[in-house]
Structures are given as C-alpha cells and as structure tokens.
C-alpha cells in the first residue's frame, strides 16, 4: 500500500501538541482528559478548555497497575491506569500527558472504567458524567440533559467562562465537519480494493482525540486528497470489517496481523472507528437537547439494550461490502464479550462469517491469533 505523507504530517502534529498544550496552560488554558466518547467534547471547547485523550493502548504499563487494580481488569483499563500512577517515576515510558491534566471527565460506563474511576480522584480532581444506560427511554434522555448541563456548570466552574448557546452551535458545527471528513474519508474505503489500509486510517483514528481540532481537520483534508489520487490495481483482498472494543493508541496488534495474512479492513465498528463520528449533532435544534440526543446514541455495550449496535454492523457490512467480520474483544470486557453472542447470530442471518479473537495488549498470543485468522482469510477467499 502507499505510504501517505500526511501520516508523517499526523505523527508530527501529534509529537507537537505536547509543547502546545504547554504553551496553553502557560495563558492559563485549562485542559481536560478525558477516556470516553460519551463526553461531548463540544461543551468543553465551548468552555474555552482543550482536551485530550487518556486512553491506554500500550502493554508496559499494564503490570504497574496490577499493583492496584486486580488482574482480571481489562488492558484498556490498566494500562491507563498504569500510565497515571505511574505518571513517568519508574523508568517505563508512560503518559506525558497525565500531568497536563486540569481535570479528568470520567463517565458511568463499564465497571472496571467507573471503579478506576474512583482511585483516580486521588490524583486529579475527577468529574464523573452520570449515563442512564436504558438509552430508549424518554426519562433516559430527559436525565442524561440534565447530566449534561450540569457538566456545562462543571466546566464554566473550571474556566471561569460562560458557555453560550453561539459559541456551543459553532462548536458543534465545527465538530461536525470533522465528523463529515471522517464519512469522506471512510466513503474511499467502500472502493474495491481500498486505496488505503486499515491499520493507516487506525492510527488517524487513534489520535483523533489527542490532535487540536484544527490539526485534525487539516491532516484529514490531506489525506483525503492524497488517498484520492491514489490508483490501485484490482486484486481482491478479503474485506474484512473490526467490530467490538476500541483500540486505543499504541494497540495495532489485530488489525496488523489481519493485514499481515492479506485481508483488507475496510471498516472499524468501534470507538476508536465509526462510532465515534457516524452520527452527526442536529445544528437545528438547541444545542444542548440536540447533543444529548446524539450522544445518548452512542451503542456501547454498557447501554441496555444495545440493539441499534447489531442495526449498525449489519448497516455498515452492507455499505462497505465486507466479505468477513472480526469481532475484536479484550480480556475481561465483559459487555462486548457478552454481546458477541447477539452480533454472531445476527451475522449468521445474514450469511456474514464471523471471527472471534478475545486478547490483550501483551505478545504471547500473536502465533495463535496469527493461525486463526490465516484460516478465516482462507475461507473468505
Ligand atoms: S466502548 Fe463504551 S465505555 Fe469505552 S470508550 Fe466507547 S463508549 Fe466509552
Ligand atoms: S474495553 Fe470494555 S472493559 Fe475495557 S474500558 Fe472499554 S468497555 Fe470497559
């Protein structure tokens, strides 16, 4: 596959916020971490705050945390968790970004996230934003804008700065355009073959959150224009589409070995994938219903039920044509690994094949995982 120049242009961005995220603290910027898609980040750029992601995908810093959590806590979990306390003290390479952290914006989601949650208010003030998870309801949607307003307070609290109605719509219509880069960018990939890989558009995916919004408007404006002129010869590579737990920075280890035994993914129903631009915010309607209502959306596994998730892997399978799904979980995430079950039976209506790899961040797996997915390439082709 071509290699993109504008994915230099990302890891560079990426290997600059840092200082710029100094330099706005240095004018008195307040800057937010967060772990979640549920967290509008539109009310916290409105709020004058920038905001960056604290996700854990590395494996070293997963042991420092079995020093406090238990082991069988997911590596999304640990390795973040490892990374705070560790925060750079004991030679391990780990989260520069902690320490820029005003305040962390938690979220009641799964278990293992909301008790990390809990220890964390011990390092950094911690703001937890209350989900019902019985998304379908009407009181689920009156209560989650509640929730929301009062993460409104939270953040003029922090900022000292009202959040206006003018400035929420033009935060909203600005991550709207990232939102309809990202449709653009995944509009490319419905080509047979795609011009571009799985593994390059995840690692975009992955810094999304950790760019400026500017950057990463700009970054994929370049790499839409670069993948567009790309020409590819046709050779039909299976089409493989990822579905289950996100993949957070430093976590590439399943999408490149699907990519090492020749299939193509050309799809990522996760939060480090569709979920996390699919839905637009309606510019409409107040600005604060209208983001309820998308955010509420959102099918995580902690939402009960989660059927509108199986309505949209089967919505995304028929549109980007895919031949397989991987259904990607981590050790001990019980949601997704329980809705597994739901989505293979789905799939199998619909005569979709379906692989399932439950992993963690470690390498001990790889020959195994390499094995199964050989024979799933087999069968697809
Ligand atoms: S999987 Fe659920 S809990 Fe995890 S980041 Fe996505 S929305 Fe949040
Ligand atoms: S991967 Fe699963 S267990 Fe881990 S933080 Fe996300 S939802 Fe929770």
């Given at each position: 596959?071509?290699?993109?120049?504008?994915?230099?242009?990302?890891?560079?961005?990426?290997?600059?916020?840092?200082?710029?995220?100094?330099?706005?603290r240095?004018?008195?910027?307040?800057?937010?971490?967060?772990?979640?898609?549920?967290?509008?980040?539109?009310?916290?750029?409105?709020?004058?705050?920038?905001?960056?992601?604290?996700?854990?995908?590395?494996?070293?810093?997963?042991?420092?945390?079995?020093?406090?959590?238990?082991?069988?806590?997911?590596?999304?979990?640990?390795?973040?968790?490892?990374?705070?306390?560790?925060?750079?003290?004991?030679?391990?390479k780990?989260?520069?970004?902690?320490?820029?952290?005003?305040?962390?914006v938690?979220?009641?989601?799964?278990?293992?996230?909301?008790?990390?949650?809990e220890?964390?208010?011990?390092y950094?003030?911690?703001y937890?934003?209350?989900?019902?998870?019985?998304?379908?309801?009407?009181?689920?949607?009156?209560?989650?804008l509640?929730?929301?307003?009062?993460?409104?307070?939270?953040?003029?609290?922090?900022?000292?700065?009202?959040?206006?109605?003018?400035?929420?719509?033009?935060?909203?219509?600005?991550?709207?355009?990232?939102?309809?880069?990202?449709?653009?960018?995944?509009?490319?990939?419905?080509?047979?073959?795609p011009?571009?890989?799985?593994?390059?558009?995840?690692?975009?995916?992955q810094?999304?959150?950790f760019?400026?919004?500017?950057?990463?408007k700009?970054?994929?404006?370049?790499?839409?224009?670069?993948?567009?002129?790309?020409?590819?010869?046709?050779?039909?590579?299976?089409?493989?589409?990822?579905?289950?737990?996100?993949?957070?920075?430093?976590?590439?280890?399943?999408?490149?070995i699907?990519?090492?035994?020749?299939?193509?993914?050309?799809?990522?129903?996760?939060?480090?994938?569709?979920?996390?631009?699919?839905?637009?915010?309606?510019?409409?309607?107040?600005?604060?219903?209208?983001?309820?209502?998308?955010?509420?959306?959102?099918?995580?596994?902690?939402?009960?039920?989660?059927?509108?998730?199986?309505?949209?892997?089967?919505?995304?399978?028929?549109?980007?044509k895919?031949?397989?799904?991987v259904?990607?979980?981590?050790?001990?995430?019980?949601?997704?690994?329980?809705?597994?079950y739901?989505?293979?039976?789905?799939?199998?209506?619909?005569?979709?094949?379906m692989?399932?790899?439950?992993?963690?961040?470690?390498?001990?797996?790889?020959?195994?995982?390499?094995?199964?997915v050989?024979?799933?390439?087999?069968?697809?082709?």
């Amino acid at each position: 596959m071509k290699r993109f120049k504008s994915l230099d242009y990302i890891k560079n961005s990426y290997n600059a916020r840092i200082s710029q995220i100094a330099k706005e603290r240095k004018t008195g910027k307040k800057i937010v971490g967060t772990f979640c898609l549920f967290v509008p980040d539109e009310i916290i750029f409105a709020a004058g705050a920038d905001r960056i992601i604290l996700c854990g995908g590395k494996n070293e810093t997963v042991s420092i945390a079995e020093q406090y959590l238990p082991r069988n806590v997911c590596p999304l979990v640990k390795s973040s968790f490892g990374s705070i306390v560790n925060n750079g003290c004991s030679g391990v390479k780990s989260c520069s970004h902690f320490g820029m952290v005003d305040m962390v914006v938690a979220e009641n989601t799964c278990d293992s996230k909301k008790k990390m949650y809990e220890l964390l208010g011990d390092y950094v003030p911690t703001y937890v934003i209350d989900l019902p998870q019985r998304p379908d309801s009407p009181e689920a949607l009156k209560y989650f804008l509640g929730e929301l307003y009062k993460f409104k307070g939270a953040m003029e609290q922090l900022t000292g700065n009202k959040v206006t109605i003018e400035q929420l719509k033009k935060e909203i219509e600005s991550s709207n355009e990232t939102r309809k880069l990202f449709h653009k960018l995944y509009g490319l990939r419905k080509m047979d073959p795609p011009p571009i890989s799985g593994v390059d558009v995840l690692k975009v995916l992955q810094k999304q959150y950790f760019l400026s919004t500017d950057e990463l408007k700009k970054s994929l404006r370049m790499l839409i224009c670069e993948v567009e002129q790309v020409e590819v010869e046709w050779a039909h590579k299976p089409r493989i589409m990822i579905s289950g737990c996100p993949m957070a920075g430093g976590n590439t280890k399943v999408p490149e070995i699907i990519e090492s035994k020749g299939g193509v993914i050309v799809a990522e129903e996760s939060c480090t994938g569709t979920r996390s631009f699919w839905d637009l915010v309606d510019e409409d309607k107040d600005p604060m219903l209208a983001l309820a209502e998308r955010y509420i959306k959102i099918p995580c596994s902690c939402m009960s039920p989660n059927d509108r998730r199986i309505d949209n892997i089967l919505e995304l399978a028929r549109e980007f044509k895919v031949d397989g799904v991987v259904y990607y979980t981590l050790q001990f995430c019980h949601g997704y690994n329980i809705e597994r079950y739901k989505v293979q039976q789905a799939l199998k209506k619909a005569g979709i094949p379906m692989l399932a790899i439950e992993t963690d961040y470690g390498d001990s797996d790889l020959e195994q995982i390499g094995l199964r997915v050989d024979a799933f390439m087999e069968m697809l082709a």
